[in-house]
């Protein structure tokens, strides 16, 4: 079965330093991996996907994640926080192959201050 | 254009009502999705449909019943609401079922706020 784990529910940082997020996963066959941020009160928003093509993968707003699978991670970073990154993340697997079904982590805060 | 579209996006109710939340979606996908956030942000899915047929449910009460006129559309309604079905429900879809064959994203609604008082 699979599973996903990030490390720290909340994270803090200053305005231009760099973002961090981390999210190991555990998966039995090759996962897909996915990051989706939540700002408040809204819906879940898509930022980037690992679909087995490149490791290194671009997102939205400028937020970028790698896969490596010797690490089972796919931590998630931005070099250079703007206070309206402040939101929480998810990081999320499912099976390469399959019935399309997301297994999420339990979110980590971003908190952004001047 | 909203792609997944949601109603009501909140709602507050007493415990022991029956209530319904509709979702419908723009993208000609084939796979939608129930998904439940507890008041600890954790999301885990509920239900997934394909083509009108239900394919996923996991281990939900069966006060919950979703339903699926068209695959453009899946309902939600529970029935004899209680303090702990208190949530925030997202309908999602995605291209179609299989990850290989289909395309993986799923697409998110804004949410159902669900207050039971």
């Known amino acids: 079965a699979q599973s996903v784990t990030q490390l720290g529910s909340h994270v803090s940082v200053s305005e231009g330093a760099l973002v961090l997020l981390r999210c190991n996963y555990s998966?039995?066959?090759?996962?897909?991996l996915f990051w989706y941020v939540q700002y408040p009160n809204q819906g879940l928003q898509l930022l980037l996907k690992?679909?087995?093509?490149?490791?290194l993968v671009k997102g939205i707003n400028g937020f970028e994640a790698e896969f490596k699978k010797s690490e089972t991670s796919f931590h998630l970073t931005k070099p250079s926080a703007h206070m309206s990154d402040a939101a929480e993340y998810f990081c999320?697997?499912?099976?390469?192959?399959?019935?399309?079904?997301?297994?999420f982590g339990a979110g980590t805060r971003l908190a952004v201050h001047p | 254009d909203t792609a997944v579209s949601q109603t009501p996006k909140y709602l507050v109710t007493q415990m022991g009502n029956d209530k319904s939340i509709k979702c419908e979606q723009n993208?000609?996908?084939?796979?939608m999705y129930w998904y439940k956030q507890d008041s600890k942000k954790f999301l885990k899915i509920m239900f997934s449909?394909?083509?009108?047929?239900?394919?996923i449910n996991e281990t939900v009460p069966n006060r919950f019943s979703p339903k699926s006129p068209d695959k453009a559309h899946l309902n939600l309604h529970i029935n004899s609401l209680e303090l702990g079905d208190s949530a925030v429900y997202f309908c999602?879809?995605?291209?179609?079922?299989?990850?290989?064959?289909?395309?993986?994203?799923?697409?998110f609604g804004e949410g159902s706020w669900l207050t039971v008082v």
């Open positions: 449909y394909n083509n009108k047929e239900l394919i």
């Open positions: 690992y679909t087995s093509a490149a490791t």
């Open positions: 993208l000609g996908h084939d796979t």
């Open positions: 998966s039995s066959v090759p996962p897909y």
């Open positions: 999320a697997v499912t099976l390469s192959g399959g019935y399309n079904k997301l297994i």
């Open positions: 999602a879809s995605s291209q179609g079922l299989d990850t290989r064959l289909y395309g993986n994203t799923i697409y």
